[in-house]
Structures are given as C-alpha cells and as structure tokens.
C-alpha cells in the first residue's frame, strides 16, 4: 500500500525545482516536493502518521511505523536563525498522526529577515519513480496530499 | 556496504574518519556543525577539499562556497558529526 504525504503547510506547490538550495533542487536527500507557505502565521504539521525521529526548529523528520522517512525542511538557509521564530509543538520520540502540528512559525517574519519559508518535503533516500499522483503547481492547503510513496 | 545503512558503530566511525580526510584532513577542519541532512564544516583551505574521496565516502553530495563546505550525507548528520569530532579530539 502506498504512503500518502500530505502537505505540512497551507500555501503554494512549487516543486523542489523551484527551491534555491541544491541540496534539496537535485534530490541529493531524496525525491519530494516543496511548499510556498503563505504569508500568515500558523503552524507546520506531520506530513505522515509515524515517530518524530529529529526535530530541529527548522527541520523535522517522522518516520512512519514502516520505516518511510519524510523530511520537512522549514525556509531555506534557516538554521542561520538559530530556532529564532519557531515554537516547538512536539518532542524527538513522540507519535504524531498526519496533520499533528509540529512547529509554529510565521513565514512573512522569516521573509522578512531575508531568508526564503519554502518547505521542501521529502521521502528520504526513495527513488524518484517510487513517488507517485504528485500534486500539480497551485494552491495547496494543509493535509492535502503532496504525493504517494509506493 | 550499503552507504545509506553506515549508522552502526565501526562504520559510522569508519566513513568518519573518510570524510576527514576528504576534507583535507583533522588540520584543515576549523568548524563541523550537524545540520538534519549535512555537515556544515568550515575549512583552512578550501582547495584541500577532495569531492570525489567525500561522495566514495558515502556522501549523496558536496555544496562549497569558499571555506564554507556542506557535506550531504542524509538523517545520519549527527551520528557521524558526533564521530568526526570524537576522531578530532
């Protein structure tokens, strides 16, 4: 049965192609997708049901109970604000469910320091062909799904 | 060896140590810091830098800018930062 990875946050599908970092824009970590959140506060959910294995104030990873690691990456080049602007809302080691909030934050603060919010999302070391029903470029909102993961 | 499954103790120590040397060596590494993916280090001399000795060590890819030198290596950043700096002490 494939994996459904929702979207974290409410915003924009833009792909990992239009994310600046090439760490992310050439799948070095894996295959995925990116979020342009919008501009209001709010909060960044568990894309899947699993365990919080990492939690950085601008990164996070829930690894499901089958082993599928998703990455979120909160902005780009954030962790140069030190956790400055995220509120923890979970703990390394907790069971989230899809939807779980996880950090709150507020993007147009970040954009305003200068620094790109966009959320890239992905399924760590998968194969690209493995991702499925990728979401088309537009609106998104949070919970809706991003891709499968077969 | 599987390099995305190097999280276990003699291996992870192992890519450790390669990663060292693909940095030009323990002398040439001022800085190595986990971010959730990569190894954000700054380096003496960034021309000591060796990419191809970091990607056989396991890394998914090499990022620089001057003596800034990121190393993506994937979930297991702060295991092997953890182990470089071991190695360093």
Not at chain 1, 2 to 26: C, K, M, N, Q, W
Not at chain 1, 39 to 62: D, E, M, N, Q, Y
Not at chain 2, 70 to 78: L, M, N, R
């Amino acid at each position: 049965m494939s994996l459904v990875v929702a979207s974290p946050v409410t915003g924009t599908v833009v792909g990992l192609e239009g994310v600046s970092d090439p760490v992310f824009s050439t799948a070095m970590v894996g295959p995925g997708t990116a979020v342009d959140p919008a501009r209001t506060p709010g909060h960044v959910c568990a894309p899947v049901s699993g365990t919080l294995r990492k939690l950085r104030p601008h990164a996070f990873i829930v690894v499901t109970d089958d082993g599928h690691g998703v990455l979120v990456h909160l902005g780009i080049d954030t962790i140069q604000l030190d956790g400055s602007g995220f509120d923890l809302l979970a703990a390394v080691g907790d069971h989230v469910e899809a939807g779980t909030p996880i950090v709150a934050w507020d993007p147009a603060a970040i954009a305003a320091r200068g620094l790109s919010p966009i959320c890239p999302v992905i399924a760590l070391d998968a194969n690209d062909d493995l991702l499925a029903n990728r979401s088309a470029h537009g609106f998104v909102a949070v919970g809706d799904p991003l891709f499968s993961w077969n | 060896m599987d390099p995305d499954s190097g999280t276990s103790g003699a291996t992870s120590a192992a890519k450790a140590l390669a990663i060292i040397e693909g940095l030009g060596g323990a002398g040439n590494i001022l800085e190595i810091e986990p971010c959730i993916t990569r190894l954000r280090t700054e380096v003496r001399d960034g021309t000591l830098v060796n990419e191809a000795a970091l990607k056989s060590a396991g890394a998914h890819g090499v990022s620089r800018r001057g003596t800034i030198v990121q190393v993506i290596v994937g979930p297991e950043a702060d295991v092997l930062a953890q182990d470089i700096e071991d190695q360093l002490e």
